[in-house]
């Protein structure tokens, strides 16, 4: 866990330039001898084996075996009321360990007290599927195969949550190129057209600081059609002839698309 920095103005910094870069980590507090905590520790400690506990921003976070996952939440859930798994994901340490860090985000719903469960998996170990304990985990360990490349065990329907089935890679690993590699560069252009097209489109555009607003080979204009490919110098004539709608903002002017219309606004007496 991480303290909280204001990320005022991000558009004129970038706060992140390493991309394996770690942030200084909180202050690990030991675990009170007494109190909800200590009693949730010591029903843990005999069922599993306990790695590290430490108290973190007020919260209980204890590292285990991810061969003890199952066993450790199981007991937490039905032992000591931890039932809701509000969050659970990956942390890449492949540059530094060679694998991932697992957590699980679990709230007591009787006393508002969490605990997050960590696990360390190499890069090629799989950890079992949560998902009989918490029904939360189904999708967060599909994201987390499909992004990561964590593999899960026993998971009712393992396939990628937001890439294509076909896709290769797991774009949210730090080894992962931050404009796509040559498979997503091309991948659109050889699904649709095929290989052939390739010197006749050429590669996707994935830098997405730049939008040229007369750009006519890949947006469109609203208000007026412009052909096709039609010249910068050509697109701003026509614009300053009125010719093509100029770019404006509702900000400026109110909602254009709305306040143009001659119709009064009707009110239904009751709902249909």
Request: hydrophobic share 35%.
């Amino acid at each position: 866990m991480r303290p909280y920095t204001p990320k005022d103005n991000v558009q004129a910094k970038a706060y992140y330039t390493d991309r394996f870069w770690v942030a200084p980590r909180i202050a690990e507090e030991p675990v009170p001898k007494e109190g909800i905590y200590a009693e949730d520790l010591d029903a843990l400690s005999a069922k599993c084996k306990v790695l590290k506990a430490y108290i973190q921003r007020g919260q209980l976070v204890i590292h285990i075996d991810p061969k003890d996952n199952i066993t450790a939440l199981k007991t937490l859930k039905e032992e000591r009321w931890y039932e809701m798994l509000s969050e659970m994901s990956a942390v890449d340490f492949l540059a530094e360990r060679g694998g991932f860090e697992v957590f699980y985000q679990i709230l007591n719903l009787n006393t508002a007290q969490r605990i997050r469960i960590k696990c360390f998996v190499d890069e090629n170990e799989a950890i079992e599927s949560v998902n009989p304990l918490y029904r939360s985990a189904d999708w967060a360990e599909r994201e987390m195969w499909d992004l990561m490349g964590v593999k899960v065990n026993n998971h009712p329907y393992l396939k990628r949550l937001i890439m294509p089935d076909d896709w290769e890679g797991h774009p949210l690993r730090k080894t992962y190129p931050l404009e796509g590699d040559e498979f997503a560069q091309w991948y659109e252009v050889d699904k649709i057209f095929g290989k052939e097209a390739r010197d006749i489109i050429g590669p996707e555009n994935r830098d997405p600081a730049r939008i040229d607003r007369y750009d006519t080979e890949r947006f469109a204009r609203l208000g007026h059609e412009v052909p096709r490919g039609t010249p910068p110098e050509e697109l701003k004539k026509l614009e300053e002839e009125g010719v093509v709608t100029p770019v404006r903002y509702q900000e400026e002017e109110g909602v254009f698309l709305v306040k143009d219309l001659n119709e009064e606004p009707k009110v239904l007496d009751k709902r249909k």
